[in-house]
DNA sequence: GTCACTAGAATATGATCAAATTATCCAGTG
DNA sequence: CACTGGATAATTTGATCATATTCTAGTGAC
């Protein structure tokens, strides 16, 4: 009687198709991604267990993918942190962001169908309104996915995938830097994009993006160059 | 008696200090980077336990990882495969190599130390002897190797990051295609790059590199276009 | 300040359930 | 009578959990 209990196995007590490891993943990684752990912060497994109600396993495997993406970091003693980035680190970001972000909304303008450009103008107006309402949080992820949704026209998967990545990477000290300076003098240079791909201008598009990111990155590591002056 | 049976629980079967799952990522990742594993090929967790002598879940973690860094592929039904890459893929590859090595290969000339100089050109040196003697998978793993030391004498961690993810993409079907072609015809440009870095002429030694990432991918992208002709 | 001890957290295993692929069988047709 | 097509059964593989084991770090005594 009792060798059959309901010992489960199994997933989906929510209603999704997703195994559970997917689920937890796309938890934490929004978790990371729109700072709600701060840099330096240990990520502990039962911790999260407990958090997001999950089991071990799954909440085990996001971590590892995360780990993998550089959005979280092995501390050497089979502890594991949100990374605490340096201005060099920061520095790197900016690097590839600058080179990676202008390359894909190229592609995105050439690509671009009607419904994608009306879908960005949504998203960008959402994205002032959390600004002028000061909602932080809303403007984090409004603005992740104003740019995601960017990659994903570009269909370039791979460097897309890299981007993700790096957002993975500021995610936490953006929030920081953010909450630090408040909404107000945020870069939007989305405006100028929005026009320049209405137009089909993709050089002009990728300008107005490179621009966009170099403010925005360059506040933040301003602020992390403060914070941590000497080595 | 057997209440209290060898019933393990952990690691260190071997004489490591490193904890069973971190061993089965690199072995797993060392099988995909030098093309053990063909393009195409389905990866079950099953099969690994076997291959590899491990228990389920550091092989489970160990694919996870590699999925996250994208030397691995979900099927969509749970399944794990090598990704086969298209044309398309590989220039996009190409591109972020063409930006990316370079720029490593600008910073690790600025700060190479004369040891590092004589390890690049020992690895170069045993790499021409594999060609030489026709053994493939010494090249393969020579070849990355010499990169692979590149990118650590840059000191840009996130930057190599990045250029290491895209070896784990490429790996198996350069593999195949280093197979069709034999090892004669290879690109090395890595005595041009080795001279100019000994003259600390950053930048010659970054338009070696940029040739030689070029050469040798645009043969993988080719390949790849002739065998899969259509859309 | 060093060392032993304890508490807590992570690693790893095997058991068990669920799902998907493969194999098998039967019916209907040329 | 051989052959294709679809439905069902069997096997393989993945997902999850409970638990045992081991490591790390913190605490207190000497």
Known sequence: MNKSAKISGQQDS???????????????????LFGDLAPGQPVTIQGLTARLDAGMTPVREAIRRLTAEGALEFQGNRRVCVPLLS?????EIILARQWLDPHLTLRATERASLEDLERLTALDETLDAAITKGD???YLELNYRFHKHLYDIADAPILANLAEGLWLRFGPSLRVVCGRMGTQNLPDKHKDMLDAMHARDAESAARAIREDVIQGMEQVRQSLESS????
Chains 1, 2 share one sequence.
């Open 14 to 32: 929510g209603r999704t198709g997703l195994p559970a490891h997917e689920v937890i993943y796309r938890q934490l990684r929004d978790l990371v």
């Open 87 to 91: 201005a060099d680190n920061i520095s």
């Open 136 to 138: 932080l949080r809303a």
């Open 228 to 231: 941590s002056p000497a080595h």
